[in-house]
């Protein structure tokens, strides 16, 4: 469940809507100078990423499955831009 009352935007990607749950978890962030994605290594926003996925997950999703996008889009992402 989202912390506001607003709904999230419509994503096309399962990919696509693990990035937004883990953007808006607080849990990975944008690099301010080329765009890349970067783990923020932060645990309890990785957890709040996990329970919005179980708790949250699009329609037609096992939740276990969201939760599992979740965790490999997440080992996907580095600690550093791979630009700077």
């Given at each position: ?21 883990l953007n808006e978890a607080g849990a990975i962030r944008e ?54």
């Amino acid at each position: 469940m989202l912390m506001t009352k607003e709904k999230r935007p419509p994503i096309r990607t399962l990919r696509g809507w693990a990035i937004s749950v883990l953007n808006e978890a607080g849990a990975i962030r944008e690099c301010e100078e080329h765009g890349w994605m970067q783990d923020r290594a932060d645990p309890r926003a990785r957890e709040l990423a996990i329970d919005l996925a179980c708790c949250d997950a699009p329609t037609g999703i096992p939740p276990d499955e969201a939760e599992t996008e979740v965790r490999n889009v997440l080992n996907s992402i580095g600690d550093t831009c791979p630009e700077c």
